[in-house]
């Protein structure tokens, strides 16, 4: 009997010891949309494959809210990337077409967040994959510039020849020590005209205009982003009295030049306005009006005007399916500017805590809209017709798993990318995926400038730009740094052109060539810099993807 008990006490300790023992061919820390596709290339290679996630879920956003998806061109969406999103809409019996057009945000290109992240499991179990939840990762040990193994909190190591960080934070690539920026670079640095501190691209204005139905302009401004001037005071009158919440001073900086700061973020709502799936948004327990005053002033500023409010004010709604909606941000929504800084580089604690009040601000933003006495009737209704879905996020009361990183850690590495290459005034040598969206960029700060409050940083609308190629060295850490990783989200990106490659299809894209030269680097005993790019390029190209359109597209 007590041989016995002593078995199951020591059991434990010996799954823990043969886990910590155990060699992969490739570790991918960060079963998000672009860590599973690097997986599941991995384990087709035939290489053996462990995929760690630090929290609950897999998919990263495309199964937690960012259901209206930014495609870009279609024609550029190819490999594990095309087949996954075509299977997906094949089960709400839609075809997608992924010819050579501009397919603006949602459309045929929309998400169930249930539905995302069950496919993603289903590849995985239909995989060699083996996947960890809950591996939050605290250290990596080297051997020179090699890693050789890394360490979750709960104290579990994994060891593998091949690592790919496939995280939006960067956070294997930053305990691997490879250099990184969350800093905005000056235009001259890499001679662009879209980086650094910027006031002038946005300034508020009284008129707007009629938007047309589907809410934009003609130069496709959406109403989501009506500006107008308000005072960022405390008392609209006088400057000394303070600032309003969320809003920072003007420091005298110039447009164009080096600034701290990383694009805002927020959640991505699954939303439904049909009855039987809908959960009412309650009261916050820690509700406070006065966090919500920004709001109230531009609602009395934009009724004033003429404004024939709707809730599009205060979120870009797109339809999904099954009577649910996309919501997301708007010029005052549920971005909360500056929050984002302290996220990159915060420990797993201090992320938590800016999860819950990223979450109960929107909450609170909802309860303000639906039920304060200067909100217009019309929009109050609106907003109390929605609700968080009974079948999205089950285990989350119906609340998105993921916050919304547009933007983090960035690598600097041998190359990286810029606006110049998102315009093709310079072409990326060795691409091994393409982009196509715009310099898609939300704003950094809310200042008080010229009296008003002024979104720092926000580009007005995407730029677009032809499909590009991103090269490999963007995606590899310099040589003397580290020479068995591969990084697919924090990539190595000016400010500025991360805002086009940030998008979930590239990501994956990224991925899926990151995995398949990770099985080359392993192949050849090799660097993952020495690699034989030609072979890595007949290989991504015959696994269906595309590296290049005509100069015209």
């Known amino acids: 009997m007590m041989k016995s008990n002593l078995v199951l006490v020591l059991l434990p300790f010996f799954l823990v010891s043969q886990l910590r023992a155990r060699e992969y061919d490739i570790c991918v820390y960060g079963a998000t949309s672009g860590g599973v596709v690097a997986a599941l290339q991995a384990d087709r290679m035939g290489k053996s494959v462990v995929l760690r996630e630090p929290y609950h879920h897999v998919g990263g956003m495309t199964s937690s809210g960012l259901s209206a998806?930014?495609?870009?061109?279609?024609?550029?969406?190819?490999?594990?990337?095309?087949?996954?999103?075509?299977?997906?809409?094949?089960?709400?019996?839609?075809?997608?077409?992924?010819?050579?057009?501009?397919?603006?945000?949602?459309?045929?290109?929309?998400?169930?967040?249930?539905?995302?992240?069950?496919?993603?499991?289903?590849?995985?179990?239909?995989?060699?994959?083996?996947?960890?939840?809950?591996?939050?990762?605290?250290?990596?040990?080297k051997d020179g510039a090699n890693i050789t193994s890394v360490t979750m909190i709960d104290g579990t190591t994994f060891r593998a020849k091949v690592f790919i960080d496939?995280?939006?934070?960067?956070?294997?690539?930053?305990?691997?020590?490879?250099?990184?920026?969350?800093?905005?670079?000056?235009?001259?640095?890499?001679?662009?005209?879209?980086?650094?501190?910027?006031?002038?691209?946005?300034?508020?204005?009284?008129?707007?205009?009629?938007?047309?139905?589907?809410?934009?302009?003609?130069?496709?401004?959406?109403?989501?982003?009506?500006?107008?001037?308000?005072?960022?005071?405390?008392?609209?009158?006088?400057?000394?009295?303070?600032?309003?919440?969320?809003?920072?001073?003007?420091?005298?900086a110039q447009d164009g030049q080096e600034a701290p700061g990383v694009q805002a973020y927020c959640f991505r709502l699954c939303m439904t306005d049909n009855p039987a799936n809908r959960i009412r948004i309650p009261k916050p327990a820690n509700y406070d009006p006065w966090n919500y005053e920004i709001q109230r002033r531009f609602i009395r500023a934009c009724v004033l005007q003429g404004d024939d409010m709707d809730i599009r004010w205060f979120t870009k709604l797109d339809p999904l399916v099954n009577d649910k909606w996309d919501f997301n941000t708007a010029t005052f929504g549920s971005n909360i500017p500056g929050l984002s800084w302290d996220w990159p580089d915060a420990n797993w604690d201090r992320r938590q805590e800016l999860y819950d009040y990223q979450r109960d601000y929107h909450l609170g933003l909802l309860y303000f809209l639906a039920n304060d006495r200067v909100v217009p009737e019309k929009l109050q209704n609106q907003v109390r017709e929605f609700g968080l879905c009974k079948d999205e996020f089950v285990d989350n009361g119906g609340w998105p798993y993921q916050i919304y990183v547009r933007e983090a850690r960035r690598m600097v590495s041998d190359l990286v990318m810029n606006e110049n290459h998102c315009t093709r005034k310079l072409t990326a040598e060795k691409p091994v995926a393409m982009a196509s969206y715009g310099l898609d960029i939300h704003e950094i700060q809310r200042i008080a400038y010229q009296d008003m409050v002024f979104r720092e940083g926000k580009s007005p609308a995407s730029v677009r730009v032809k499909p590009y190629g991103i090269g490999y060295d963007a995606i590899v850490p310099k040589s003397s740094e580290c020479t068995n990783l591969l990084v697919t989200f924090a990539v190595s990106a000016s400010h500025v052109a991360f805002g086009s490659i940030r998008m979930e299809p590239t990501f994956m894209m990224l991925s899926q060539s990151a995995a398949t030269a990770a099985c080359q680097k392993i192949d050849q005993q090799s660097t993952v810099q020495a690699i034989n790019y030609p072979k890595l390029r007949t290989t991504i190209l015959a696994d269906g993807q595309i590296l290049s359109l005509s100069s015209s597209q």
Request: hydrophobic share 35%.
């Open 166 to 252: 496939a995280t939006y934070e960067g956070d294997l690539m930053a305990r691997a020590g490879v250099s990184y920026t969350t800093t905005r670079e000056a235009n001259s640095k890499y001679n662009e005209t879209g980086n650094g501190f910027s006031l002038k691209k946005y300034k508020p204005s009284i008129y707007w205009g009629v938007p047309g139905e589907n809410g934009r302009r003609a130069d496709r401004k959406g109403i989501w982003d009506r500006d107008i001037p308000i005072s960022p005071y405390i008392d609209p009158t006088d400057k000394n009295s303070g600032l309003l919440p969320t809003i920072k001073p003007y420091k005298g």
């Open 69 to 141: 998806l930014d495609v870009g061109n279609p024609a550029t969406i190819v490999g594990i990337a095309r087949e996954y999103f075509a299977e997906l809409a094949a089960r709400y019996g839609k075809e997608l077409k992924f010819e050579n057009y501009f397919a603006h945000t949602g459309g045929d290109f929309v998400i169930e967040p249930s539905g995302a992240e069950k496919l993603f499991l289903e590849h995985i179990e239909a995989s060699n994959i083996e996947l960890f939840f809950d591996k939050k990762i605290v250290s990596a040990k």
